[in-house]
């Protein structure tokens, strides 16, 4: 006698979304086609959130963003190869610059893969991505996807937070398996980013040499951002009564009007201070190195960072300090009553105070004066003071002038709100950062662009109109790349190399998908139009005209950019 029992089945499409929601993870950054559509549609089905993009990089920069903001890998989903390496510019990003996210990646047919026999997009994904990501995984059965998911979520958050790729073949997605044994095989990944405890010892090495500091600095990265210990940071930096630097993304950890903040005097207390505390910040290009003019007088440096090989990498630390940037800060603060420490000398305080406010006269003047065209400072001015009404509004920021301009101008007040270029000094972020930052907060955000910058990610402005985010964008047109001036030598047609098309209306882009644009030419129709956009809460685009003599090249990077001293 036989029984007809009907054995309930699923399969991999519904294991991939089951584990990702097992383990609390509700939001899908992506781009469909073969051979991920249906799982997007499933994702959706089940009550996650998937945002469709026009590109995939600007999905990834979506998710390393939302990584970021919430110690939660942001998660990109694409296509196999030509989108997967699409993708892969964000997550090779997201590892520069330790945000946790998962790349996703579907993939062609194995056998005919390894025989490169000539697949739909056909590609070896896992060893591309392998270099440029924390950790890369493939999943070839059902029942291990579970594992595969856990592993990819644990490898992103813990230690150094990075890029993970996982690739899912179109078989695996496909192939069933009974629901009883894929249930089972799900994994809940339990303290996916466990706390790292400084040793004793390397926190009482921290604490003398903070003793017989007389310059005392302490720089904040955006490691100590991405570290949300925000209240024991402050309490850190207004115990000691220490000076401190916020590097761009570790602005508003305490507000950038702190009577503390030394962004005013960067240069002097960079070149002046004795002892240095680095809290999640590198000693790479962007501290040129720990060396150098920029260093002036010999210096010791406290480290403070989870990645072990990180200290030592450019200059010798004198305390390094390895764990996880709450406890060691906590351990710290614990320690200081019982060190001794005292406020620094008001010598040093002095010193600083008296240039913040020679700087910062200089500044004012400067941010005074209303040329016609604007320029990147009235143009700036504006921005800052319209914003200021907005303390907790996201703000993404790239470019050369306008990256350089708006990080020491525009003030942040709170942790996490500003979202720039980075380690790399990447163009592209833009829009990819502003709709995972609308997104992931549910609160207003404005990206300052540089019009170059603008139009890396730019198809994106019809994702924003889609999903209707409050994402604000102002472009700082100045007809081209730094600057709108250069001349083809040759008297050709083709114009310089770093020439746009000249008054170009980036306003009437957005109105195409039905968002808001304005076109502003005085600092007052900026602020009004900003101001407008931010308490309508719909899309916006910004068309900020700048004077195309109005920038530097590269910046403030000058120095970075090589230049043909050969006259033939
Ligand atoms: P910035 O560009 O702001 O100077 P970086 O990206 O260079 O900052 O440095 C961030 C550092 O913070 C990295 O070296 C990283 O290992 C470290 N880091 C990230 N998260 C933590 C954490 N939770 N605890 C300790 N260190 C962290
Ligand atoms: N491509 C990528 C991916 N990243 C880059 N950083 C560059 C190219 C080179 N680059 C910069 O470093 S800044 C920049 C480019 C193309 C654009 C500067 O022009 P902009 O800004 O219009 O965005 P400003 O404010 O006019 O200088």
Not at 262 to 286: C, M
């Amino acid at each position: 006698m036989t029984h007809n029992v009907s054995v309930e089945v699923t399969d991999g499409f519904h294991l991939v979304i089951d584990a990702l929601k097992h383990n609390d993870i509700d939001t899908i950054f992506g781009l469909v086609g073969i051979p991920i559509t249906d799982l997007a549609r499933l994702a959706q089905a089940e009550g996650m959130r998937f945002i469709g993009f026009r590109h995939e990089q600007n999905a990834g920069n979506a998710a390393a963003i939302a990584g970021y903001m919430t110690k939660k890998p942001g998660i990109c989903l694409t296509v196999s190869a030509p989108g997967f390496l699409n993708g892969l510019t964000a997550l090779a990003n997201a590892t520069t610059n330790c945000f946790p996210m998962i790349l996703i990646s579907g993939s062609s047919e194995r056998e005919i893969v390894d025989l490169q026999q000539g697949d739909y997009e056909e590609m070896d994904q896992l060893n591309v991505a392998r270099p440029h990501c924390k950790a890369a995984f493939r999943v070839l059965k059902a029942e291990d996807i579970g594992i595969g998911i856990a592993r990819a979520i644990r490898a992103a958050v813990s230690g150094r937070p990075g890029g993970v790729y996982l690739d899912l073949p179109a078989q695996l997605l496909a192939q069933t398996i009974e629901a009883g044994h894929a249930q089972r095989s799900l994994v809940k990944v339990i303290d996916a980013a466990p706390r790292q405890l400084p040793a004793p010892e390397s926190v009482e090495r921290a604490l003398a040499l903070l003793k017989g500091a007389k310059k005392p600095l302490i720089l904040l990265g955006k490691g100590a951002a991405y570290a949300q210990a925000d209240a024991d940071i402050r309490a850190f930096v207004e115990r000691t009564g220490i000076p401190y630097l916020p590097m761009s993304m570790a602005k508003g950890l305490l507000p950038d009007t702190h009577a503390q903040s030394a962004s005013a005097a960067r240069s002097f207390v960079l070149a002046e201070a004795d002892v240095v505390v680095l809290v999640g910040a590198r000693l790479n290009w962007l501290l040129a190195h720990g060396k150098g003019k920029t260093w002036g007088k010999p210096k010791q440096f406290v480290q403070i960072d989870i990645a072990p090989t990180e200290m030592d990498s450019n200059v010798a630390i004198a305390a390094p300090l390895v764990g996880d940037i709450g406890s060691c800060v906590g351990a710290l603060l614990a320690g200081l009553d019982g060190a001794g420490i005292d406020k620094p000398d008001e010598e040093w305080l002095g010193a600083i105070a008296q240039r913040k406010e020679q700087n910062t006269a200089k500044m004012a003047a400067l941010l005074d004066k209303n040329p016609v065209p604007m320029n990147f400072h009235s143009a700036l001015r504006s921005i800052r003071d319209v914003l200021k009404e907005y303390p907790d509004i996201n703000l993404v920021n790239e470019g050369a002038n306008t990256l350089d301009f708006a990080r020491s101008i525009i003030d942040q007040y709170q942790p996490r709100k500003r979202f720039d270029s980075g380690t790399w000094g990447i163009m592209g972020i833009g829009m990819g950062f502003a709709i995972g930052a609308a997104v992931t907060s549910g609160k207003p955000v404005v990206a300052v662009e540089g019009d170059s910058a603008f139009g890396f990610s730019g198809m994106e402005l019809e994702t924003i109109c889609r999903y209707e985010l409050p994402v604000t964008t102002i472009v700082f047109n100045n007809n081209g790349v730094y600057r709108g001036t250069d001349v083809n030598p040759t008297g050709g047609k083709d114009v310089a190399p770093t020439v746009f098309v000249k008054n170009a209306r980036y306003d009437k882009m957005i109105e195409a998908f039905g968002g808001i644009g304005y076109h502003a030419t005085t600092p007052e129709e900026l602020a009004r139009a900003l101001s407008e956009a931010i308490a309508a809460g719909k899309p916006a685009l910004i068309n900020a005209v700048i004077d195309e003599t109005a920038g530097t090249e590269s910046g403030r990077l000058t120095n970075l950019n090589p230049q043909s001293a050969a006259k033939k």
